[in-house]
């Protein structure tokens, strides 16, 4: 892919790299530098097969945690930082607003999600949300699980959509609640065509890893 960039894009992201990794190389959270590393090789993937702009969705996804509310106590001036960075990156005035915009969409918390704009953020998004699923995002859910200090499997528990907000709030989630309460439901948000040929894959790893865990938990198998 970046046969096909300029030097300078070349440059820009390089030092997009040393910068986040910077960052991100000590956090426990799931919001590591190697879920930015495996983000950023899947948006490459999914880019080349949508014919996306691979610069746009390269720099989108190194930088689509960096002004999170989880790695930052103060977000808002992660955000200007962030702001900042890419100006005086000497990426072009459109890709620096274009890679601000799919940022900002990314990570909007709340009900009604805004659906990504450009392909570049659809393949982004998708990435990202990938990487919550499959092998790679069932690790992810025990780690951190564990770091909240919350059980591996409760069978005594109702499921998330059962339970109380008091209950939730009150850490009775588990890990294996999670994949009820979002993993399952990834499959069905992608938004590009490799995103979801990617994630129905990883949706039957996780289907066929959650059989073996009730057959082993029952020790039936
Ligand atoms: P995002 O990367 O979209 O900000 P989150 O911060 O919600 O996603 O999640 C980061 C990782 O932590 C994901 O792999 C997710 O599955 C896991 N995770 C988030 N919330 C929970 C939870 N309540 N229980 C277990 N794992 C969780
Ligand atoms: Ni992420």
């Known amino acids: 892919h970046d046969a096909l960039w300029t030097e300078q894009q070349k440059r820009i992201a390089g030092e997009a790299v040393e910068w986040v990794r910077a960052k991100l190389h000590e956090d426990s ?8 590393d495996r983000v950023v ?8 097969e949508e014919g996306a702009d691979t610069f746009v969705c390269e720099l989108a996804a190194l930088l689509h945690d960096m002004a999170d509310e989880k790695l930052n106590d103060d977000p808002r001036a992660a955000e200007l930082e962030l702001e900042r960075w890419l100006e005086k ?43 919550a699923i499959g092998a790679v995002g069932i690790s992810r859910v025990f780690a951190y699980s564990g770091d909240k200090g919350r059980p591996i499997h409760d069978p005594d ?26 993993l399952l439901k990834l499959r069905e948000l992608m938004n590009t065509a490799a995103g979801r040929r990617l994630a129905e894959e990883r949706h039957a790893f996780m289907e066929k890893y959650l059989e073996r865990f009730y057959a082993e938990w029952e020790g039936r198998s």
């Open 29 to 36: 959270s799931g919001h590591d530098w190697w879920h930015i």
């Open 41 to 48: 090789r899947t948006a490459r993937t999914i880019s080349l």
């Open 89 to 131: 990156s000497g990426a072009g005035e459109d890709q620096v607003a274009h890679v601000l915009e799919i940022i900002r969409t990314m990570s909007f918390k709340g009900g009604s999600r805004a659906p990504m704009k450009t392909t570049e953020g659809k393949v982004v998004q998708d990435a990202d949300r990938l990487d």
């Open 157 to 182: 528990l109702p499921p998330r959509e059962r339970m109380t907000e008091e209950e939730y709030r009150h850490g009775k989630d588990t890990a294996i609640n999670h994949f009820y309460e979002k």
